[in-house]
T-cell receptor, first 111, second 117 residues
Framework: RKEVEQDPGPFNVPEGATVAFNCTYS??????FFWYRQDCRKEPKLLMSVYSSGNEDGRFTAQLNRASQYISLLIRDSKLSDSATYLC????????????FGTGTQLKVEL | GAVVSQHPSWVICKSGTSVKIECRSLDFQATTMFWYRQFPKQSLMLMATSNEGSKATYEQGVEKDKFLINHASLTLSTLTVTSAHPEDSSFYICSARATGSSNQPQHFGDGTRLSIL
């Protein structure tokens, strides 16, 4: 079983749609969680950190469920510019604070 | 925000050449930097953790004599791919985390696309 699992997609959605991505992680001792965005042939860029209380940044909402070892990202009113691969990233406690990346979920927003 | 600069962004060279990639934290000090590799349609895989003033810690399966890492200052780490071969062609990305913030996100460099002919 992969340490961080994501549905690779692609998710093809019309502009203005709401789309949700899920991610599960295997190590219950995981410490911190992030969503990164990666455009084609570019480096990952931090989108947001994820907390148990949930956090929102504009059209983006992230949630963490520690009991289920599950992370989600919700994008509302999607824009063409949201098209990218979204990476679920986990920092495992005791792992030397190294990040473990999911393979990413590809989103394509269309007119 | 935190800025990490990586250079060069693109390298094409002949098999057997050694290639050096630089990673700099521009507006913060980074005791620890990370080197990743990403093959097409795959996730980023950590190659090694670069520690300022000490030896790098390599992940299982990564040859330390093949991928030389030097972290001589708090703002610069270098990765040298020695005697590169076509199978070393990949997207190499560094990241850095500000000193004293182990739970904070890492900030990534622009990446270096390495193509070995």
């Amino acid at each position: 079983r992969k340490e961080v699992e994501q549905d690779p997609g692609p998710f093809n959605v019309p502009e203005g749609a709401t789309v949700a991505f899920n991610c599960t992680y295997s190590n219950s001792a995981s410490q911190s969680f992030f969503w990164y965005r990666q455009d084609c042939r570019k480096e990952p860029k931090l989108l947001m950190s994820v907390y148990s209380s949930g956090n929102e940044d504009g059209r983006f909402t992230a949630q963490l469920n520690r009991a289920s070892q599950y992370i989600s990202l919700l994008i509302r009113d999607s824009k063409l510019s949201d098209s990218a691969t979204y990476l679920c990233v986990v920092n495992f406690t005791g792992g030397g604070n190294k990040l473990t990346f999911g393979t990413g979920t590809q989103l394509k927003v269309e007119l | 925000g935190a800025v990490v600069s990586q250079h060069p962004s693109w390298v094409i060279c002949k098999s057997g050449t050694s290639v050096k990639i630089e990673c700099r934290s521009l507006d913060f000090q980074a005791t620890t930097m990370f080197w990743y590799r990403q093959f097409p349609k795959q996730s980023l895989m950590l190659m090694a953790t670069s520690n300022e003033g000490s030896k790098a810690t390599y992940e299982q399966g990564v040859e330390k004599d093949k991928f030389l890492i030097n972290h001589a200052s708090l703002t610069l780490s270098t990765l040298t791919v020695t005697s590169a071969h076509p199978e070393d062609s990949s997207f190499y990305i560094c990241s850095a985390r500000a000193t004293g913030s182990s739970n904070q996100p890492q900030h990534f460099g622009d990446g270096t696309r390495l193509s070995i002919l």
